[in-house]
């Protein structure tokens, strides 16, 4: 492998190691209610509907403060994803630490359909008025 290419692979995982660094930082030390520099859901201020991402990021905030069931109630389906995500990125570093080449898409199909329709299960089910999604 090539020297600059070994570098530029590290540099990359070390920015996607220090971005959720820092927002957790923010998260931590900045709660969403309370400060405007956060973003807005597009999705929410066009419709007045959430979307599966919407709770996100007070979810992160309760997250960081140790604070699971408040998270849990903002957005179940963020909070039961976390780990996976996490492991997906401690799979993605130990692969680049080794020097191993890098594959695209690993998944089979099906479970990418199958995660699409939990998401859109969720989307549809959190816009209705059944528990715990009164607004």
Not at 68 to 76: D, K, S, V, Y
Not at 91 to 101: A, D, F, K, M, Q
């Amino acid at each position: 492998m090539v020297i600059t290419e070994l570098i530029s692979r590290r540099l990359t995982l070390a920015l996607l190691w220090l971005t959720p660094a820092v927002v957790a930082v923010c998260l931590f030390l900045f709660e969403p209610g309370r400060w405007g520099f956060y973003p807005v859901c597009p999705f929410r201020a066009l419709t007045g509907l959430t979307c599966p991402g919407c709770g996100s990021t007070r979810a992160l905030y309760h997250l960081v403060h140790g604070e699971l069931i408040p998270a849990f109630e903002l957005n179940p389906l963020f909070v039961v994803s976390l780990p996976l995500l996490l492991y997906a990125l401690i799979r993605h570093t130990s692969i680049v630490l080794r020097g191993e080449p890098v594959r695209g898409n690993t998944l089979h199909p099906r479970y990418i359909w199958a995660m699409f329709g939990v998401i859109l299960f969720f989307w549809v089910f959190r816009n209705t008025p059944l528990y715990p999604f009164v607004s």
